[in-house]
């Protein structure tokens, strides 16, 4: 089943499943492929408590604004010795969905799916403000506790088509951010921990545990494991 879900702030995205192939218009396109659990493992054993941020890489975008806003999708407190869980699966609808402002509010409205695989498709009606600056449309991702936060975001134009490709990439930050707070994810990215479902030493795992050591780019240890099913 198809999902629309509405964000807070004042961006409006829809979650996608990325299928291996692209979303048709037959009736065989509602069914989705088998969803994937994902699970991060955060543990400090930094030495003293700290709070943690998670952030998605940010996708790959085809129109709308030319700069992509990464956004803190998860923040959490963990005492020193202690760690939390941050869940997630697969789902992404890769749907089509139309744009519209109502009462002031962007709005999406499915129509056809057209949107290519590994991605999902904005179009964009002609009543934004112009120049817009104030509505963004882009990705959210729904964690463990059934909330949607933003995760990236670009400003949305009159009249277009905005192609977003996320990525099963998050990095792990000893950072305190507020959810859905735009960040400037480089520099950030420098001391924190990568994780990479898509590639690398993570490609084909589904949970990985991500250790805080000290300080610094060398302050984390990742290990990953495949075959997470809850």
Not at 17 to 40: D, F, K, L, W
Not at 77 to 87: A, E, K, L, N, P
């Amino acid at each position: 089943m198809r999902t629309m879900l509405s964000l807070l702030l004042t961006l409006t995205c829809a979650v996608a499943h990325v299928s291996a192939q692209a979303s048709s218009s037959s009736s065989s396109s509602s069914s989705s492929p088998s969803t994937i659990y994902y699970r991060i493992t955060i543990s400090n054993e930094s030495g003293r408590d700290g709070t943690y941020s998670v952030f998605l890489q940010p996708p790959e975008v085809t129109g709308g604004g030319s700069d992509v806003f990464a956004h803190a999708w998860v923040t959490a407190f963990v005492q020193t010795g202690g760690s939390v869980d941050v869940r997630t699966t697969s789902d992404w609808y890769a749907c089509t969905f139309e744009m519209r402002v109502v009462n002031d509010a962007p709005t999406l409205i499915e129509v056809l799916p057209e949107a290519t695989a590994g991605a999902y498709e904005i179009i964009t009606g002609d009543d934004m403000p112009n120049p817009n600056e104030e509505y963004l449309v882009g990705l959210g991702k729904m964690n463990d506790l059934g909330v949607v936060t933003v995760a990236a975001s670009v400003l949305a134009h009159n009249m277009d088509s905005v192609m977003i490709v996320p990525a099963m990439r998050f990095y792990v930050s000893a950072s305190e951010h507020m959810a859905g707070e735009i960040v400037d994810l480089a520099s950030v990215a420098g001391e924190a921990a990568e994780v990479d479902f898509g590639g690398g030493a993570g490609r084909g795992g589904s949970f990985a545990v991500v250790t805080h050591t000290g300080t610094g780019t060398g302050a984390w240890d990742i290990s990953y494991e495949a075959g997470l099913t809850t």
